[in-house]
Nanobody, 123 residues
Framework: QVQLVESGGGLVQAGGSLRLSCAAS????????MAWFRQAPGKEREFVAA????????YHARAVRGRFTISRDNAENTVYLQMNSLKPEDTAVYYC????????????????WGQGTQVTVSS
């Protein structure tokens, strides 16, 4: 089992920044590829970014590319999502996830999920 706990969400004005953290415990964190997904009100959950177990490769959805950056610190068992130039359409609950499939954008490929953290961007 891997337990994931997100933090860092909040209310921010458009153009602002937030950094989300996801702390992992349980099985060896460095064995897992990590990802961030988000779910806006009335919409399906969507892929945001993923990072391989080694941290050597990252992938970002087109909607956030150039504004968001995923990173990880295996020594701290933590994955981060730096979010800059936030837009109202980024408002959502953000979830981190852990899985074994490389660079997947598909929810079902991730085995463990956090409870989510709310990000609200005001215009």
């Amino acid at each position: 089992q891997v337990q994931l706990v997100e933090s860092g969400g909040g209310l921010v004005q458009a153009g602002g920044s937030l950094r989300l953290s996801c702390a992992a415990s349980g099985r060896i964190f460095s064995n897992y590829n990590m990802a961030w997904f988000r779910q806006a009100p009335g919409k399906e959950r969507e892929f945001v970014a993923a990072i391989l177990w080694s941290g050597g490769n990252t992938y970002h959805a087109r909607a956030v590319r150039g504004r968001f950056t995923i990173s990880r610190d295996n020594a701290e068992n933590t994955v981060y999502l730096q979010m800059n130039s936030l837009k109202p359409e980024d408002t959502a609950v953000y979830y981190c996830a852990a899985g074994r499939v490389l660079a997947s954008t598909v929810e079902d490929d991730y085995d463990y999920w956090g409870q989510g953290t709310q990000v609200t961007v005001s215009s």
